[in-house]
């Protein structure tokens, strides 16, 4: 049997684990506020992104002088991945999640003969992958220092996809992120960013134009030129901000079960301990009885 | 007084300033254009400059924009600027650091191109800095 002091150094063991993860669920869930938040605030400078490129890109998808960022190379050889995790983890499946989704993709991809190029944002990303497709990795941009997800942070990423388009190194990007539902469903996805995808805009508002139609300064084809680019950042800068938000429901859920179940462990230590303890008085009793009664 | 129209000033990362506006005069990259209440629907890229907000709530104020797209519709006026701040915020110092970087730019340029663009950008940076002394 146990001793009751080893009782006693788990179950304090165990309470200073419970204060870790109660801790962590609460800066998770104020963080997690402030990440929607800046997911919202980034929501109307995307929609009205969307619904002009939508617009745009439609009257010129199949016309053969559609920039390469909306027509693609006309090659399908090269694939560039971008997996999107966070730094840290204890955020239950999040991590895992989303690099599970992209290692699916790219052994199908693999499979299909293609080159397979990895970019990783985050570290978590990159450490999942790294055993599997370590050669394919072409560098981690670790966000470690970065407090919130600044624009800046996304432009920086996109100049570097943008210029590894033009320089000929790849032919197709997908990012890979998790995209916040709610504070407990989080839905890893796949986007595909370049060549760019025109959707009909459903979501976004449409305007009414009062029977006029839209002057473009310059013509269409440059302010798409010009749109393309800068809605690979924007894009990138979303799939970010998404993260960020998904990362902390995940990481509040995880610790909260985490707490739960340390209160659990606590509980059942406590009986154990008790049971001991009672034993132990129990037999030191009978010791004496039959000590007294053997005079 | 003239009839006022709604503007709204957006960054990716979040409304910077709405406010109704007599006019607004916008640098386009073809030229500087106002916008009134009624004007025509209009898609125009932004190049960096100075945007002039007038008889708004506020009063008139500048803002200088880096990078957009400016869209008139009959709802409004929407300048989506990839960064922005008040004029008055805008430090020499931040500008000419800028501009150093852009000058360094077209000088490592690899193609045409790239050139092309960086100097256009040191072009439009120029002229900021030049209102602001």
Sequence with gaps: MPSLKSFRVRIASVKSTRKITKALNLVAASKLRRAQEA?????????RMERVLSNLGASMVGNPGAPKLLAGTGRDDTHLVI???SDRGLAGGFNANISKMARQHIAKLTAEGKQVKILAIGRKGRDALRRDYGRNILDTIELG???????????EIATRVLDMYEAG??????IFYSRFQSVISQVPTMQRLIPAEVKQAEGAPSVDLKGAIYTYEPDESEILADLLPRNVAVQIFRAMLENAASF???????MDNATRN???VIDKLTIQYNRTRQAMITKELIEIISGAEAL | MAEKFQFDLVSPEKLLYSAHAEQVVVPGVEGDF??????????SIVRTGLVEVKGSEDGDLRIFVRGGLAEV?????????EEAMPFEDLSAADLDGRIKNLEEDVADAKDDRAKNRASEALDQLRQVRALLN
């Design chain 2, 73 to 81: 519709t009959p709802a409004g006026l929407t300048l989506l600027a």
């Design chain 1, 262 to 264: 340390a209160g659990d």
């Design chain 1, 83 to 85: 997996v999107a995790t």
């Design chain 1, 39 to 47: 997911a919202v605030n980034a929501r109307p400078f995307a929609e």
């Design chain 1, 145 to 155: 220092g970065v407090k919130a997800v600044g624009f800046t942070t996304a432009h």
């Design chain 1, 248 to 254: 902390f429901g995940a990481q509040m859920t995880a």
């Design chain 1, 169 to 174: 190194e790849f032919d197709v990007a997908t």
């Design chain 2, 34 to 43: 106002g916008v009134l209440a009624g004007h025509a629907p209009l898609i």
